[in-house]
Nanobody, 118 residues
């Protein structure tokens, strides 16, 4: 059974870079799946951010592409999210989830709250 666990700072200052890590257990991130980052701002719906595929290729939401980078550490079976030049509008619960391209199934992390504030 795959398990995903997000981690990172809960508070980021405006204009800085948000950095999160998702540690995956029970499955290798280099086998056939796509590893997605998704967020949910307070009082709003889910927003897809991007994914890194089992092959290492990446694909980002057009609205966030200029500020987003997703990478991986295969030796530690981790994926990472970096979102630059953050504003308070980037405040959200951030999730990592496994799927087939952008179609995510039931394998999600528990989420991590990130607040952007000075």
């Amino acid at each position: 059974q795959v398990q995903l666990q997000e981690s990172g700072p809960g508070l980021v200052k405006p204009s800085q870079t948000l950095s999160l890590t998702c540690t995956v257990s029970g499955a290798s991130i280099t086998t056939y799946y796509y590893w997605n980052w998704i967020r949910q701002p307070p009082g709003k719906g889910l927003e897809w951010i991007g994914y890194i595929a089992w092959s290492g290729s990446t694909y980002y939401s057009p609205s966030l592409k200029s500020r987003t980078s997703i990478s991986r550490d295969t030796s530690n079976n981790q994926l990472s999210l970096q979102l630059s030049s953050v504003t308070p509008e980037d405040t959200a619960v951030y999730y990592c989830a496994r799927g087939i391209q952008t179609v995510v199934g039931s394998d999600w992390g528990q989420g991590t709250q990130v607040t952007v504030s000075s």
